[in-house]
């Protein structure tokens, strides 16, 4: 044995400058970490991110569809694609913007409105649509030419009308641009009463009727009733007298009211005499 090297608890050693440095030894109870796993890797994406963005589709296939279940079912209706259709493809109104009008018997020149055609089941959105489109300002006229159609449309119409302050009469405009009179009937008159002011043009009329009910039995004196409290409650409103309910009740055919009946009513509260 050399004096390089000896025997140090069965452990070779070798001289060093700084003393003697002994060969490091692994403890018995300390084992190697095992290597990490790396994560699958299938088509250039971890499988895990594969699975997720899996069931990401089938959940957004799986809201498509019930959405348009839900879409389906309530399109369904008959009373359904009447709306789509009056508001989307044909709407039963049409309109013309009068700047600078001239009303027969009215002094002071206006922006008009016109609207004619039957009241759709999609008549009120139409309407507001219109008066955003024509900015109207109150003190404007809507004219009104309509045979009638939607009672509830007619209402709603008419709640439109006075919140922006607007007047109403009854008439239609001729191919020349120039104001006539014309007639408006069962739900149209609702939306007429919507007026802040309501002119009654010379010539002009206004026409009701009974409205029924298309319930049987019971069901059908219970709606009727019904029908009758919120068109009297609208009536009130919109300051006509209750009068215009009993000429409803007359007759189920229209009623044309005469000039003086409509202003007794109230219906009518400034009467255009043509000059």
Wanted: with cysteine; proline share 6%; glycine share 10%.
């Amino acid at each position: 044995m050399t004096s390089d090297e000896g025997q140090h608890g069965g452990r070779p050693f070798r001289q060093s400058p700084t003393g003697p440095r002994i060969a490091p030894k692994r403890p018995a109870d300390v084992t190697a970490a095992p290597p990490s796993r790396a994560p699958q890797v299938t088509d250039g994406y971890p499988a895990a991110f594969r699975w997720r963005r899996l069931a990401s589709v089938v959940f957004f296939v799986a809201i498509v569809l019930g959405t348009g279940i839900r879409a389906y079912r309530d399109m369904s209706r008959p009373d359904a694609w009447s709306f789509w259709k009056d508001q989307y493809v044909s709407p039963s109104l049409s309109s013309t913007v009068i700047a600078d009008a001239a009303i027969p018997g009215l002094r002071d020149r206006r922006t008009v409105l016109a609207v004619s055609g039957r009241i759709g089941p999609a008549a009120a959105g139409w309407l507001r649509e219109r008066i955003d489109e024509a900015y109207l300002k109150p003190g404007d006229v809507i004219l009104l030419s309509s045979p009638g159609g939607n009672l509830d449309q007619g209402v709603i119409m008419g709640d439109i009308i006075r919140a922006h302050g607007l007047a109403t009469t009854v008439g239609a405009v001729d191919d020349a641009g120039r104001i006539r009179a014309s007639g408006c009937a069962s739900a149209c008159v609702f939306a007429f009463a919507g007026g802040q002011i309501r002119y009654g043009l010379d010539g002009s009329a206004l026409g009701v009727h009974r409205f029924t009910s298309a319930a049987q039995g019971e069901d059908a004196v219970a709606d009727t009733q019904r029908v009758t409290g919120a068109i009297l409650g609208y009536m009130t409103r919109m300051g006509v007298s209750s009068q215009v309910i009993e000429a409803m009740s007359e007759t189920r055919d229209i009623r044309w009211l005469e000039p003086r009946e409509a202003e007794s009513m109230k219906l009518v509260t400034a009467p255009l005499a043509a000059r």
